[in-house]
């Protein structure tokens, strides 16, 4: 059974910087792209960020490129979001997810989902 759980949302002043977590577990994902997502209330969930488990392509969306990095530690199965320089208009819930697929920005060709973390920035 394919898990993913994000940790690391919390309160955080304009400006600051949080990494957040997601702990893969339950198959083999070298051949899986994953993905950071984000909702905020009210809104669409829109893409993040998102990269290869085995390395290589990695993109951002056009908001927090420069701002945010994708990162992945193979041997732990733990995929990370650094976000630094963060606004108020990142509040959101972050959700991980993993496509057996090229790394995407399309959330329909995600296959797994995390159950989220909060992130809320204050101004």
């Known amino acids: 059974q394919v898990q993913l759980v994000e940790s690391g949302g919390r309160l955080v002043q304009a400006g600051g910087s949080l990494r957040l977590s997601c702990a893969a577990s339950g198959r083999t994902f070298s051949r899986y792209a994953m993905g950071w997502f984000r909702q905020a209330p009210g809104k669409e969930r829109e893409f993040v960020a998102a990269?290869?488990?085995?390395?290589?392509?990695?993109v951002y969306a056009d908001s927090v490129e420069g701002r945010f990095t994708i990162s992945r530690d193979i041997a732990a199965n733990v995929v990370y979001l650094q976000m630094n320089s963060l606004k108020p208009e990142d509040t959101a819930v972050y959700y991980c997810?993993?496509?057996?697929?090229?790394?995407?920005?399309?959330?329909?060709?995600?296959?797994?989902w995390g159950q989220g973390t909060q992130v809320t920035v204050s101004s």
């Open positions: 990269t290869r488990w085995s390395g290589g392509n990695t």
């Open positions: 997810a993993a496509s057996y697929s090229n790394c995407t920005a399309y959330a329909a060709q995600y296959d797994y």
